[in-house]
């Protein structure tokens, strides 16, 4: 009504609902486990040049607590799945939106689960917090309450360290969009910087403000080569102490690069495969500021089109390389080439439609199915060091990427400062056959307690549970041939390791190596080529301690004798004489000769595959070995013996030797092994060598020969020294050796 003074409303919202909300469980089906969840809400326009996507999206993790008397509790989360809405049904009202759907999961089955948000908002007050219930079929239901942290959808730490030889001007690019003429007509005139560019998508990106400067003005220094960077990449991420994956990445301006013409290199993407990369993929990339594409790069505001170009040249390489660091593939290798992205590239572009009018048409940003797996795709898929680089590049992955039936606790990652480490290592290359054995280490992690812990990390104990991505894609859980029921083994693991504080690395770690090769499924490690391994402890209080992604490679036949090898090689047999550790059962008798076989094959090749063969042969002689035979009982005599079955006549068992330790045989077949090893001298073959020695060590003993004990001692506690073996080791050996 005209003249009508209306009173504002009492729910005028000052910004958008859109952004990531975090909270904790308020109500759950199962008392104790605690869950949280980040929640990210994409339904209304939350920043300039920025889609909405109207969909909903969150990470679940499960919440665990540890109380020390006198201190404040320690707390950490670790991941468990993720999901989206796809289509929600949103309905706004004056005072709140509610926002309803069907959850998607990303990895494993699930029953159908529901959610419901309520987001309210007062005038003048913060939006939130947002009510979620998920509600699954047969009644379960979870309850959280999330308070809004931002108005974006991740969030990550950006490094970039410089090199002083293109120190000066520009270091990191800022483009306006209206300082060159080739662009769409109607794109709307912004600063554009890293930050800027990712923030438009939905990612806060926080650049240190520190920044290394690295000296490469030596005059026989004249580019990078993929080893230096890839050393480089190494030496910066091992200052980081953090638990990983994580939100990190690293990025490097340096000079050029050896090969001509490449401006910007994701440069750990090849570690795995030419190099000892440890690290997860995705952690860094370099942008070469020397390229011809900056020759022109201004050292302030750009003055004619051809500065423009290359500072907007330079702003795209910086965008593009990072985008690779969240698992962003090339436009072209996701089936859309004519894709208006960051990811694309301007000349494969115009090959199609012109000259010119990738740029022309291009408006700065990446594309709404890129935007999809930024904002709301499966966590590891997104994370930094998450999934292996191109496993999901978008929201419809390429099939032979895709992770077929996932088992959710594969995924398991650590967030915050858990007060225990679960550290997996082994070699990172086996050859063809070879049984696989891992490292398993336990380490405490508190400055001020120790940790009383059960120390057994066999899988058959049921304290950890593997997961293995084979080389086609597909995750598996490691099942153990045994599922021992037993008391705890515990031990006290010491503080942290300090130096300074004078507390030598070793009485806070514990180490078990773990055969992994054959399980209940069968055979893990038997095709050629890249496999990845993670473990999840579990101790008591429901304790959740996931171990780092370990990379290892499987190796080809060598030969088509070995390959012919393989038929009998992999069999129930030969797995169950493996997984025993040797077995002179008449049971698994094919098999120990199979692995006889393969022995004999090697010849004089002092290789792993023959020197853990060779192991597991010994194994079987160096022990008595018993067999439970059975007597039928005699016929009866008399006209009554007939009456009865014959399955009801009585029997007789008992348990005789059939074999005594052969310590000479055990120490002739080890004497190849033991050489190997002792070549090898690899940290990683550490615990499997001292197991060998030890080994060898007791048939000596047992045929008298304390000199011969104490010699291969001496040279175990030499070559573990040369390892760097920690200290409370050596002192364990010399122990033993003292004794003898």
Request: hydrophobic fraction near 40%.
């Amino acid at each position: 009504m005209a003249g009508h003074n209306s009173a504002p409303s009492r729910c005028e919202r000052s910004g958008p609902v859109s952004g990531r909300y975090e909270g904790e469980s308020t109500a759950t089906p199962v008392a104790g486990q605690e869950r949280a969840l980040d929640l990210r809400v994409d339904i209304d326009s939350r920043y300039a040049n920025s889609p909405v996507l109207n969909r909903i999206s969150g990470d679940l993790y499960q919440v665990q607590r540890i109380r020390i008397p006198g201190k404040p509790a320690q707390s950490w989360r670790v991941y468990l799945e993720s999901w989206i809405v796809d289509d929600p049904d949103i309905k706004w009202e004056e005072c709140h939106v509610e926002i309803t759907g069907e959850l998607r999961y990303w990895r494993g089955v699930h029953p159908p689960i529901t959610v419901r948000v309520r987001i309210p908002w007062r005038t003048s007050e913060p939006v939130g917090p947002a009510a979620v219930t998920l509600s699954q079929d047969g009644g379960q239901t979870w309850g959280f309450v999330c308070a809004r942290v931002g108005d974006w959808f991740r969030e990550m730490n950006l490094e970039i360290d410089v090199c002083e030889s293109v120190s000066t001007g520009f270091v990191l690019p800022r483009y306006n969009t209206h300082v060159h003429p080739d662009r769409p007509a109607d794109i709307p005139a912004r600063d554009l910087s890293i930050e800027e560019c990712y923030r438009e998508a939905g990612v806060r990106m926080a650049v240190r403000p520190d920044r290394t400067v690295i000296d490469d003005t030596a005059a026989d220094f004249q580019s990078w080569s993929a080893v230096e960077l890839h050393d480089a990449m190494e030496r910066y991420f091992s200052q980081y102490q953090g638990p990983w994956p994580n939100w990190e990445m690293w990025g490097l301006l340096a000079g050029q690069y050896e090969k001509s013409g490449v401006g910007g290199v994701m440069f750990d993407a090849a570690a795995a495969y030419g190099g000892a990369g440890r690290g997860p993929d995705r952690q860094g990339f370099a942008v070469f500021r020397k390229h011809n594409w900056f020759k022109k790069l201004p050292a302030a505001a750009p003055a004619d089109k051809d500065q423009a170009e290359a500072l907007r040249k330079f702003l795209y390489t910086w965008v593009h390389e990072a985008g690779h660091a969240f698992n962003f593939l090339h436009s072209w290798d996701k089936n859309r080439p004519d894709a208006l992205s960051w990811m694309n590239y301007d000349w494969k572009y115009d090959a199609n439609h012109g000259d010119g009018a990738f740029w022309r048409a291009f408006r700065m940003r990446f594309d709404d199915e890129e935007l999809i797996h930024l904002r709301h795709g499966d966590r590891p898929a997104v994370m930094m060091g998450g999934d292996p680089w191109a496993s999901g590049g978008h929201a419809e992955s390429p099939a032979a990427a895709e992770h077929l039936h996932t088992p959710p606790g594969a995924m398991a990652e650590l967030e915050g400062r858990p007060p225990l480490e679960l550290l997996l290592r082994s070699k990172g290359y086996f050859e063809f056959m070879e049984p696989v054995h891992i490292e398993f280490r336990l380490r405490n992690l508190l400055e001020d307690i120790p940790l009383k812990l059960d120390i057994r990390m066999g899988p058959e104990y049921g304290g950890t549970t593997v997961y293995i991505r084979r080389p086609d894609g597909r995750v598996v859980e490691y099942d153990p041939i045994l599922c021992l029921i037993a008391e705890t083994e515990t031990k006290t693991l010491d503080l942290a390791a300090d130096a300074e504080a004078g507390r030598p690395e070793g009485p806070d770690r514990v180490s078990e190596t773990v055969f992994l090769s054959y399980g209940k499924y069968g055979f893990y490690f038997d095709a050629p080529g890249e496999y990845l391994v993670r473990a999840v402890y579990r101790g008591a209080g429901d304790v959740l301690i996931p171990s780092n992604m370990l990379r290892v490679r499987v190796g080809t036949p060598q030969s088509k004798a070995e390959d012919r090898l393989a038929q009998d090689y992999f069999s129930y047999q030969v797995g169950m004489a493996l997984y025993l550790g040797g077995s002179p059962s008449e049971y698994l008798k094919d098999g120990m000769k199979a692995i006889r076989d393969v022995v004999k094959e090697t010849g004089d090749k002092d290789s792993m595959l023959k020197a853990k063969l060779s192991t597991v042969l010994a194994e079987a002689v160096s022990k008595p070995f018993h067999r439970v035979e059975v007597e039928p009982a005699p016929e009866a005599a008399g006209p009554t013996a007939a009456a009865g079955p014959a399955a009801a006549r009585p029997v007789k068992a008992k348990v005789v030797k059939v074999s005594d330790p052969n310590p000479d045989e055990a120490l002739k077949l080890t004497k190849q092994a033991l050489a190997a090893f002792h070549a090898e001298k690899s940290k990683d073959l550490n615990l499997m060598y001292r197991n060998l020695v030890e080994q060898r060590v007791g048939n000596w003993v047992a045929i008298g020969d304390s000199a011969e004990a104490k010699k291969e001692l001496n040279a175990l506690h030499r070559d573990l020294k040369a390892c760097d073996a920690n200290t409370n080791i050596l002192d364990e050996i010399k122990e033993v050796h003292d004794k003898i």
